[in-house]
C-alpha cells in the first residue's frame, strides 16, 4: 500500500474542525504543543538564517508529509529536517520497517511518495504553517513561530544531477510556481488565505545522505554541484564508521553491553575514513566560501548491523539508532569540534530525548533533530518537553538565551572567559556569570564595549561542554543495555474489529497519524442470516449475537499508513492496529490497491446519502443509507433491505448469478453500519469525515 497525500483544503478543514471541537490538530492536543514564553529565547542561527528553537525532526517517518510536519512544528520543531529525497521515488520497502521496542531499528530509508508529490507535501507543510500563524492557533511572541526547512536529497551524483532530483532542488529554493499551485485550493473559509505572502524561499540548503560506503571522491563531487550548482548551504551527513570498528565495537558491545549487536566490519571497509573527511571537509570549506554559502557536518547517521533478530524476516542488514548510537554520535561530534573548532557548524542526530536534549544544547549543536524518541509512547507531544525542560534549566540559571545557557549550563563559560577575553574583562565576566539572579552575558559584554568577543566565547564553551557530554556519556547507565532491554509491556490478549483496552497508544506513535478515535453507538443485538434456498426462496433466520461493548473506538486511514508496524509494538494487546482495526481508504482507488487487506472507502449518493463500500474477511459488501429509506446492504449475491434503526430485515433479494445455499450474515451489515454512523458523527475531526465534508 502506497501513501496517498490529502489535498491541502482537506487537510486545513480537519485541522481546523478538529481545533474547534477537541482543542487539537491532527490529534495532538493544545496541552502538547510547545508554547514559546515570551521572557526565553531559544533561537538559533542555521545557514546564516534565524530559528526559533534548535530542535527538529529528522529526515524519517516524521518529516515526509503535509501533517506529520505540521504536528513537529505545533510540538516546537523549528528546523525540519524533510525526508530524503533522491531519483529512485518508487521503492519497495520492506514491511514491517521500523523496530522502536528497545534501541531503535529500522530497514527504511528515503522518501516513500513520488518526487512531485514529495514537493508539493513540502510546500504544502510550508504554507499551512503559515496559515496557522495568521490564524493565530497559539499565543506566538513575535519571531517564536520562525521555522526553517532542510532538504536531504542522496545518494550518488548521478542520481542528484538527474532533472527530477536538481529541479526538486531548484523549486524548493523558489517554489512560487508550486505555491500558486496550490493557492486555488484555498477556498470557502479558507480563502482569505489565499493571498498570504508565503515565502517562496522554503529551503535554502541541503542535508546530503549519501550510501553507506559512498566513496569519498563521490561526497565531495556531490557538495561541489550543490554548492556551484544549486546554489545551496550544505551539512555533509557522516556516518558513526568514522570511529573505526575497534572504537564502535569497544563502545557497543564492551562499554555500553549490547553485546547481541552485530556489527559488519565491511561497512566499516568500505565508508569515508577520518583522513578522508578531514581532508574533503578542509577543500570543501573553501568552495563554499568562494559560493558565499556555509558548510556544515551532521553527528551522525544510522550505524550499519548485521541483523540478529527475526522482526524485520528478510533483510540481512538493519540500522541502528537510539541510546548506543547517541553515545558514538556524541564522541565524533567532540573529535571533529577539538579538531576543527567553531570553523564548521555541527548538527546532530542520535538518541535525543527529554532528558538529553538540554545538554546536547549547551554543546552548542545546531540543529539538535530528533527520530526514534518521538516514535515512543506520546509520539511528537514528546518534543514539546524537551523545550520546556530547557526553559526550566535555563530559569534555575537566571539567564533567558540560548547562548548564555550554553555559558552557564555547565559553567564554561565562567572557566574560559579570563582566557578569551583577558584576565580582567574575563575575570569580571565569570564573577557576573557566578552570581545569583537573572543574567545577560551579551548585554554585559555590550556595556563593556566587548559585545564581538561574544560569539567566540559561546563557541568555546559549547566545544568545552561537547568534550565533557561526550565522555559522560559513555559512563551513563541510561544509555547501556541494562536500561534498554525492556520492550513495551503486553497484556496477553488479542485485537479484535471492535473494542480493545482503548489506551489509544496507536494514535499519537504513528508518524502519519494514520491511526484515530471514532465514537460509535455500542451494539449488543441479536443479528440474522440471510439464506438462498435451491428454489431460490430466501429464509431469514436467527443467529449469533453481535456486540461492540464500548463506544470509543479505534481506525486507520490507509492512505496515510506505511505498514510501519510501530503502532503494534506499543500496543499491549496482540494482532497490530493498524491490520485489525477498521482501516478506511480515501475512496476506490487506494482501496483496490490494497486487495490483500479489509477495510472501507465512503462514496456520496445524491442528494443526501452515503454508500459505504467494504471488506470483511475477504468478501465485499456495500452498504447504502439515503435519508428516510431503508438501508441497503449487499454482497455479490444477496440484495437486502433493513431497518436502519432496529438492523432487522425487511426484505431481500437474490442477483441472478447467486447459488443456493449462499448465506449473508448480518452481523457485517451491523458493524458497518456502527462505522457509517461513527464517521458521519465524528464530521471533519477525522480524515475520513473531512474528505467527505470536502466533496
Excluded at 493544545?30 to 545557514?47: E, V
Excluded at 527520530?371 to 540559571?397: F, H
Aim: glycine share 8%.
Amino acid at each position: 500500500m502506497e501513501l496517498h497525500p490529502l489535498p491541502l483544503d482537506t487537510l486545513l478543514l480537519r485541522a481546523f474542525t478538529e481545533l474547534e471541537r477537541r482543542d487539537a490538530i491532527f490529534d495532538l492536543p493544545r496541552a502538547k504543543w510547545y508554547t514559546p514564553p515570551a521572557d526565553l529565547d531559544l533561537s538559533c542561527t542555521f545557514r546564516t538564517e534565524r530559528a526559533a528553537t534548535p530542535v527538529g525532526p529528522a529526515a524519517g517517518p516524521q518529516s515526509q508529509m503535509v501533517q506529520n510536519i505540521v504536528l513537529s512544528w505545533l510540538a516546537g520543531a523549528r528546523v525540519v529536517e524533510l525526508k530524503t529525497v533522491q531519483v529512485d521515488d518508487r521503492l519497495v520497502i520492506p514491511r514491517p520497517c521500523i523496530d522502536a521496542r528497545t534501541l531503535g531499528y529500522n530497514v527504511e530509508w528515503s522518501q516513500e511518495l513520488r518526487v512531485d508529490d514529495a514537493l508539493r507535501e513540502y510546500v504544502g507543510a510550508w504554507m499551512m504553517i503559515r496559515i496557522l500563524q495568521e490564524a493565530q492557533v497559539m499565543d506566538l511572541p513575535p519571531g517564536a513561530g520562525d521555522v526553517l526547512f532542510d532538504m536531504s536529497v542522496g545518494y550518488d551524483l548521478q542520481g542528484i544531477r538527474t532533472r527530477k532530483v536538481s529541479d526538486f532542488v531548484r523549486s524548493m529554493c523558489d517554489a512560487t510556481a508550486v505555491i500558486d499551485g496550490l493557492r486555488p485550493l484555498l477556498r470557502g473559509r479558507f480563502a482569505k488565505y489565499r493571498d498570504l505572502d508565503f515565502d517562496p524561499r522554503v529551503a535554502a540548503g541541503i542535508t546530503l545522505s549519501t550510501f553507506h560506503g559512498c566513496p569519498a571522491g563521490e561526497i565531495e563531487g556531490i557538495c561541489e554541484y550543490l554548492l556551484r550548482e544549486l546554489g545551496t548551504h550544505v551539512v555533509i551527513k557522516l556516518n558513526p564508521t568514522l570511529l573505526g570498528y575497534e572504537t564502535v565495537e569497544g563502545i557497543v558491545r564492551g562499554e555500553l553491553g549490547y553485546e547481541h549487536v552485530q556489527l559488519d566490519p565491511a561497512a566499516f571497509e568500505h565508508d569515508l575514513k577520518w583522513e578522508e573527511c578531514q581532508q574533503i571537509v578542509e577543500r570543501l570549506e573553501g568552495v563554499a566560501q568562494a559560493c558565499g554559502l556555509t558548510l556544515g557536518v551532521k553527528f551522525t547517521n544510522t550505524l550499519v548491523v548485521k541483523n540478529h533478530d527475526t522482526f524485520f524476516p528478510n533483510d540481512p542488514t538493519m540500522y541502528l539508532s537510539g541510546a548506543a548510537l547517541h553515545v558514538l554520535s556524541t564522541q565524533l561530534a567532540a573529535k571533529f569540534r577539538a579538531r576543527f573548532g567553531d570553523r564548521f557548524g555541527i548538527s546532530f542526530s542520535a538518541g535525543i530525548d527529554q532528558k538529553n536534549f538540554a545538554e546536547a544544547a549547551a554543546c552548542d549543536l545546531v540543529p539538535i533533530t530528533t527520530c526514534t524518541d518521538l516514535l515512543r509512547a506520546g509520539g511528537y507531544g514528546r518534543m514539546s518537553g524537551y523545550l520546556t525542560r530547557l526553559g526550566k534549566l535555563m530559569r534555575d540559571k537566571g539567564v533567558a538565551t540560548r547562548g548564555d545557557w550554553i555559558l552557564t549550563a555547565e559553567g564554561a563559560g565562567a572557566e574560559l572567559a579570563p582566557e578569551v577575553l583577558g584576565a580582567e574583562l574575563g575575570g569580571k565576566l565569570a564573577a557576573y556569570l557566578g552570581e545569583a539572579g537573572a543574567k545577560d552575558a551579551r548585554a554585559w559584554l555590550e556595556a563593556e564595549g566587548a559585545a564581538e568577543r561574544y560569539p567566540e566565547l559561546v563557541a568555546r564553551a559549547g566545544a568545552a561542554n561537547l568534550a565533557r557530554y561526550a565522555q559522560a556519556a559513555r559512563q551513563d547507565p541510561r544509555y547501556g543495555f541494562e536500561k534498554n532491554k525492556k520492550p513495551p509491556r503486553k497484556v496477553g490478549s488479542k485485537l479484535w474489529l471492535f473494542d480493545c483496552i482503548s489506551c489509544d497508544k496507536c494514535v499519537p506513535v504513528c508518524p502519519n497519524d494514520a491511526n484515530f478515535t471514532l465514537e460509535i453507538a455500542p451494539i449488543d443485538q441479536a443479528s440474522e442470516e440471510v439464506v438462498l434456498g435451491d428454489d431460490r426462496a430466501i429464509e431469514v433466520r436467527a443467529a449469533m449475537r453481535y456486540t461492540a461493548e464500548r463506544s470509543h473506538q479505534l481506525a486507520n486511514f490507509a492512505d496515510w499508513c506505511n505498514e510501519c508496524g510501530n503502532c503494534d509494538v506499543f500496543c499491549p494487546e496482540d494482532g497490530g492496529p493498524y491490520v485489525i482495526k477498521p482501516r478506511f481508504f480515501s475512496g476506490e482507488a487506494s482501496y483496490r490497491e490494497a486487495p490483500q487487506h479489509d477495510g472501507f472507502y465512503l462514496e456520496r449518493v445524491l442528494p443526501d446519502g452515503w454508500r459505504m463500500r467494504g471488506r470483511i474477511d475477504g468478501l465485499e459488501y456495500t452498504l447504502v443509507r439515503v435519508g428516510g429509506q431503508p438501508d441497503r446492504f449487499e454482497d455479490d449475491s444477496l440484495a437486502l433491505e433493513l431497518d436502519p434503526e432496529a438492523g432487522t430485515v425487511l426484505g431481500a433479494r437474490p442477483f441472478f448469478r447467486a447459488k443456493p445455499g449462499h448465506v449473508l450474515p448480518t452481523w457485517r451489515y451491523l458493524a458497518m453500519r456502527a462505522l457509517l454512523q461513527a464517521v458521519l458523527d465524528a464530521g471533519a475531526v477525522t480524515p475520513v469525515g473531512a474528505l467527505a465534508a470536502v466533496e
